[in-house]
């Protein structure tokens, strides 16, 4: 349940005091490039060490043009990067059947949040925060008009090193989500903020059940 306890401390901690949005901004400065390194130099499909070094110029271009779509799209790398390694730590931890537990009621809490509107207000302040001397704000993921929580990417994430032992799975699932992503986003038309998390869920409940369903048959 650590996914879904994540998203109560988070948004909790902002809502209590809106100052600790800036100081979760510097965590995440300090905690996401060593991570997105670790995961470029041991995670990803075919890695290498001296991949981590890609790190640097994804975080120069973050810090220098945070406002253009490239440095934007440098600081979700990193952010996402980091939370591979993040999630194969968890799941190194963890033991599988709890964490797919935790990542449908990861779901089922982010949906709760943004459906009763807990969720806009701490994720306005914690996505606005951003370190000193225009330092990259890793915490959050901004791209364009678009905007995503940290706890979003990490549950994809998570899944995709739940689902690392079959590499088919992977592709199912990236498949599943991309396109169950692109179906929810059109209830844009109507609301303002979505729970992101959702098709995520809904794609690891059905890459977890075609095998079960094709066994019976």
Known sequence: MIPAGSIAVVI???ELESSSATWLSYLAL???PPLAAFALAALVHRSEPNWAWAVLPLF???WATPESLAGEAAATALSALACIALGWLLACAVPAAWLRLGVYAMA???????TADL?????AVL???APGVGLPALQAVHFGHAQMGFGDLFVAALVGCLLANSRSRQLQAAVLVAALALAFDLLFFAV???PATVPVAVALALVER???AAAQL
Do not use: K, M
């Not at 089922?108 to 943004?114: L, N, S």
């Not at 969720?119 to 994720?123: D, E, H, R």
């Open 127 to 129: 996505s606005a925060a």
């Open 60 to 62: 120069v271009l973050a």
């Open 30 to 32: 300090v905690a996401v």
């Open 119 to 123: 969720l806009q207000g701490p994720n």
């Open 12 to 14: 909790g901690i902002v």
């Open 192 to 194: 303002d903020e979505l």
């Open 210 to 212: 075609w095998p079960r």
């Open 108 to 114: 089922a809490v982010d949906t709760v949040f943004v």
